[in-house]
Nanobody, 124 residues
Framework: QVQLVESGGGLVQAGGSLRLSCTLSGRTFSDYAMGWFRQAPGKEREFVASINWSGVRTSYGDSVKGRFTISRDNAKNTVYLQLNSLKPEDTAVYYC?????????????????WGQGTEVTVSS
């Protein structure tokens, strides 16, 4: 059974940084592309970033491009999301997800497994 566990969320001031982590267990991590999504109160869950199995190919949502960086360590079964220059509008619950496809995807439907989420709050 695949399990994804996120960590690293918290409260930070605008302009600050956080690093989110997500560890996969139960399957071979390198068999999956990984993605991060977020959901703010009253809003749809939106794509943030994705990375293919090897880490060579990444993709970012327009609102985070240039500020967030996704990476992965296959030896540690972990995907990371570095959040820099945070803004109050980045406040949301951040979810990681695993996609069995070869290439990373921006579409929620491509992802088979989801974590429970970690909350990020950015104060102004």
């Amino acid at each position: 059974q695949v399990q994804l566990v996120e960590s690293g969320g918290g409260l930070v001031q605008a302009g600050g940084s956080l690093r989110l982590s997500c560890t996969l267990s139960g399957r071979t991590f390198s068999d999956y592309a990984m993605g991060w999504f977020r959901q703010a109160p009253g809003k749809e869950r939106e794509f943030v970033a994705s990375i293919n199995w090897s880490g060579v190919r990444t993709s970012y949502g327009d609102s985070v491009k240039g500020r967030f960086t996704i990476s992965r360590d296959n030896a540690k079964n972990t995907v990371y999301l570095q959040l820099n220059s945070l803004k109050p509008e980045d406040t949301a619950v951040y979810y990681c997800a695993a996609d069995p496809g070869v290439w990373s995807s921006r579409a929620k439907k491509a992802y088979d497994y989801w974590g429970q989420g970690t909350e990020v709050t950015v104060s102004s």
